[in-house]
């Protein structure tokens, strides 16, 4: 089981038809007609298969991306408040 790399994602090309890179545990990019790569998860809730969409790849995105060590601590908060920079997310201190 690999993982998908930045320089995969990059690679990827459009076709005539949306195709499937998977990564691994259901996760896997989507790659459109129009070129777009659409990260998704599949899973199965009683039997029932579903699809969650969670974002699409932005290689400018992704190398801006930069992260402090001592931020690493705060976990979840950290990764939302890169996810949506203007939305106000500040680090929680647990005491």
Known sequence: ??????KELKNLKSRAKLYKV????GMYAAVTPTGVVLFRYQYRVN???EVLTIGRYSAAAARSLTRAPEALE???EVSLAE????AGFVDAQLS
């Open 1 to 6: 089981m690999s993982k998908l790399t930045d």
């Open 22 to 25: 998977t990564d691994r545990d």
């Open 47 to 49: 039997g029932r298969q």
């Open 74 to 76: 705060y976990g979840v």
């Open 83 to 86: 996810a949506w920079p203007g």
